[in-house]
C-alpha cells in the first residue's frame, strides 16, 4: 500500500488509468500536459502550511505517458491545465470523501486552461478525476481524511 | 489596435473574481476563449442581448447568470438568488460539457431530464442563439458536416435515378 504523495503513489495511479478500458476509449488522442499543484493549508500533514508540491501529468495517445513530481511551480510553457487546489482537498478527493467535479464547480479546485478541450474531452476528465478519488490502495501513515 | 475587417472581441468580465465560484469561472475562462476562437464567435456575441443563467445541479448554490450586452458579456454569481425571468438551463457538468461541445443536443438532454431548462416561449430563439454561440466549433466541423450533407444526397440522388430508369425499362 503505497504512501499517499509517494512516487510508488502516482506510480499506481498511472497503472490505475492506464488499466482503465474506458479511459483508453475516451482518453484525448492528441497530446496534453498539466499539473497538479497541492498547496499546503496548515490542516493536512503532509504538505506543511507554506510549502507546494507540484506533479506533471502528461496524457498522449490516449494514455499517461508521464506521472511525477516537479521540483517546482511549472513555468507554464507547453502546459495545458493548471489544477490547483489545497492539500486538504486533494487528499479527500483521494480519500473519497469530496466529489471532485463538484470541488471544481465550487472553486475549491482552481482550473485554469483551454475550457474547449476540457469541454470535448469532459467524458474523459471525469473518468480521470474519478479514479484519483477511488485509489483504495492509499497508504495514510499520518492519518486519514477527514482532519479533526 | 484593430486590423481592417476585424473588429473589437467583445469583453468578457466576471464581477468578484476573487470569490467566484468555480463554474463562474470555468464560464468565464471558457466565454474568452469561444470569443477569441474566431470573428464568427465574437459577431455571434456581440449579436446576444439578454440573460441567462447557468445552475449547477451537483451544488444548488451555485448558479451563475450571464449577461449578454453586445460589446460585453457579464458573469456574476447568483447562487440561490431569484433570478427574475431570466431564462435558466441546469444540468450536471458533463451534460453542459456534451451541449457546448456538440457531442449530445439538447433537447434529448432536455427530454431525458439531464437538462432542465425554464423560459418564455419569445425568449426561446434567445436561448438556441446562446446555445449556438457556446457550442465550441473549430471552424473545421462545419464544412465536413456540408460536404457529408451533400454526399448523402448526391448518394440519395443516384439511387433514386437508377430506381427510376430500372422502372422504364
Same mark, same amino acid.
Given at each position: 500500500m503505497p504512501a499517499i504523495y509517494s512516487d510508488a503513489w502516482y506510480d499506481d495511479m498511472k497503472t490505475l488509468i492506464n488499466g482503465s478500458a474506458d479511459f483508453k476509449k475516451l482518453a484525448p488522442k492528441q497530446r496534453a500536459v498539466m499539473t497538479l499543484e497541492v498547496v499546503g493549508d496548515g490542516k493536512s500533514p503532509y504538505v506543511p502550511s507554506g510549502k507546494e508540491l507540484y506533479y506533471l501529468v502528461v496524457l498522449d495517445g490516449g494514455q499517461v505517458t508521464d506521472y511525477r513530481p516537479l521540483p /517546482?511551480?511549472?513555468? *507554464?510553457? #507547453?502546459?495545458g491545465f493548471r489544477f490547483t487546489a489545497p492539500a486538504t482537498v486533494w487528499e479527500n478527493i483521494a480519500a473519497g470523501l469530496l466529489d471532485p467535479i463538484t470541488c471544481g464547480l465550487r472553486g475549491q479546485i482552481k482550473i485554469r486552461g483551454d475550457m474547449r478541450f476540457l469541454m470535448q474531452n469532459a467524458d474523459a476528465v471525469k473518468i480521470l478525476v474519478d479514479l484519483y478519488g477511488q485509489q #483504495?490502495?492509499? @497508504?495514510?501513515?499520518?492519518g486519514k481524511p477527514p482532519y479533526p | 489596435m484593430v486590423g481592417p475587417g476585424v473588429t473589437e472581441r467583445p469583453r468578457v468580465e466576471l464581477i468578484d473574481a476573487e470569490s467566484a465560484s468555480g463554474l463562474a469561472d470555468l464560464l468565464h475562462q471558457f466565454l474568452e476563449q469561444t470569443v477569441e476562437a474566431s470573428e464568427a464567435k465574437a459577431q455571434a456575441a456581440r449579436a446576444l442581448k439578454g440573460e441567462v443563467v447557468v445552475r449547477a445541479a451537483e451544488d444548488e448554490e451555485i448558479a451563475v447568470r450571464i449577461a449578454f450586452q453586445g460589446d460585453r458579456i457579464e458573469l456574476r454569481d447568483v447562487g440561490k438568488a431569484a433570478t427574475g425571468s431570466a431564462p435558466s438551463i441546469q444540468g450536471d457538468f458533463l451534460s453542459v460539457a456534451h451541449v457546448t461541445s456538440g457531442q449530445a443536443s439538447p433537447l434529448a438532454l432536455v427530454a431525458s431530464r439531464q437538462l432542465r431548462v425554464s423560459f418564455g416561449i419569445a425568449q426561446l430563439p434567445f436561448l438556441f442563439r446562446v446555445l449556438g454561440f457556446m457550442r465550441? @466549433? @473549430? *471552424?473545421? /466541423?462545419r464544412p465536413r458536416r456540408l460536404r457529408a450533407i451533400a454526399l448523402v444526397l448526391v448518394l440519395v440522388l443516384v439511387l433514386v435515378l437508377v430506381l427510376v430508369a430500372s422502372l422504364f425499362k
Open positions: /517546482e511551480r511549472h513555468d *507554464g510553457k #507547453g502546459l #483504495g490502495q492509499t @497508504d495514510w501513515p499520518q | 465550441v @466549433d @473549430d *471552424g473545421a /466541423e
